[in-house]
């Protein structure tokens, strides 16, 4: 089945709704969606120099995730002493040391349907879930999670209890994008189809949804989701976590009532000398 064939067979079990418990074709159908999902030749979403935002999200794949939710039962899974209860579609992925992927014990998954490129770095406790990708030299550092379609690029270190949202709850269109060489600090939040461009780094603690509107001081520019956009944070921007006053009603300085702020992420500056100094990856970890 080539991925067009792969696409529409998709498409056509996930049309059929309930009807496609227990077809033999639609299980058969999304195993091979699986099965390319982990091995990366299907992606959520894909770069693509033609497109608005320079990456395509390929919907169909999170239909196909779907697809894989209705079809799984509940099944047990053990592990010595352990158990666990999840959907037969979506048992925990298994590695081998030729996959060179660390997965260090204590806590950490990896579900079924994400790709894990060689010589990612897996610190527990973490989670990787179904059609995520994460590529060659990343870090996932402990408590960080990416969600479900996510797209984590090359050398990228998701820092500890970083959270990179999924897709599939709430629902989501979009997934997240964190491009190649991006710093997300510690404790940051990145959600809603937020992309993050190359070499950008966020400050630990750093929260960016689709309502967030950023705020560049180097060029004076207020950066907001758009219609058919989502955020964007630009190539080797530093964005830290500050705060505006409020301009409306009793949070208004002037009302002197309330005196509120609201959280704001600011970029401060773009990459620099003391930033790559700041940011340095470790080689010996990985
Ligand atoms: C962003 C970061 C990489 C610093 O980058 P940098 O290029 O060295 O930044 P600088 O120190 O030159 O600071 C630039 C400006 O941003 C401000 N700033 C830097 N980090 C900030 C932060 N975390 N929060 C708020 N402001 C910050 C500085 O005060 C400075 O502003 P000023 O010139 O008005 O004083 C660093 O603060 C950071 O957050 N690192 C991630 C740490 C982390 O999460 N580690 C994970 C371990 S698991």
Partial sequence: MNL?????????HFAEGPGAIGDDSAMATFLVLRAALESGEVRAASPDAGAPCGWRVNAWVKRGILLGFRLGVLMEFSAANLSFVDKSTFPVRHFVSGD??????????????AYVARSVVCMPPMYINAG??????TMVDSHALVGSCAQIGKRVHLSAAAQIGGVLE?????????????????NCGVYEGTIVRKGAVLAAGTILTRGTPVFDLVNGAILRAEEEMPLIIPENAVVVPGSRAVSKGKGHESSQE???SLYAPVIVKYRDDKTDLSTALEDLLR
Avoid: H, Y
């Avoid at 067009?4 to 056509?12: K, M, P, V």
């Avoid at 995520?132 to 030299?137: F, L, R, Y």
């Avoid at 709430?170 to 510690?186: F, R, S, T």
């Fill in 170 to 186: 709430p629902v989501n269109a979009n997934p997240v994008i964190i491009e190649d060489d991006v710093l997300v600090g510690g």
């Fill in 100 to 113: 060179g992927v660390r997965v260090v014990p204590g806590g950490s998954a990896v579900r079924s349907g």
């Fill in 4 to 12: 067009s064939q792969l696409q529409t067979a998709i498409e056509r």
């Fill in 258 to 260: 309330w005196g509120l």
């Fill in 132 to 137: 995520a990708w994460v590529d060659e030299g």
